[in-house]
Nanobody, 121 residues
């Protein structure tokens, strides 16, 4: 089992920045690829970014590329999502997830409870 707890969400004006954190506990964090997903009201959960277990490979959704950066610190069992130039359409609940294999699909084994990000115009 891997337990994931997100933090860092909040209310920010368009053009602002936020950094989300996801702290992991349980099984060895460095064995897992990590991903960030989001779900806006009335919409399906969608992929945002993913990072390999060692951090050497990253993937981004087209909508966030060049604005968001995913990173991880395996010594702290934490994955981050730095979000810059935020837009109102980035408003959603953001979830982190852990998987045995790096993927951009929803096929992750463990999920956090989510943190709300609201971007005002």
């Amino acid at each position: 089992q891997v337990q994931l707890v997100e933090s860092g969400g909040g209310l920010v004006q368009a053009g602002g920045s936020l950094r989300l954190s996801c702290a992991a506990s349980g099984r060895t964090f460095r064995n897992y690829a990590m991903g960030w997903f989001r779900q806006a009201p009335g919409k399906e959960r969608e992929f945002v970014a993913a990072i390999s277990w060692g951090g050497g490979t990253t993937y981004y959704a087209t909508s966030v590329k060049a604005r968001f950066t995913i990173s991880r610190d395996n010594t702290k069992n934490t994955v981050y999502l730095q979000m810059n130039s935020l837009k109102p359409e980035d408003t959603a609940v953001y979830y982190c997830a852990a998987a045995g294999l790096l993927t951009t699909t929803l096929s992750y084994d463990y999920w956090g409870q989510g943190t709300q990000v609201t971007v005002s115009s």
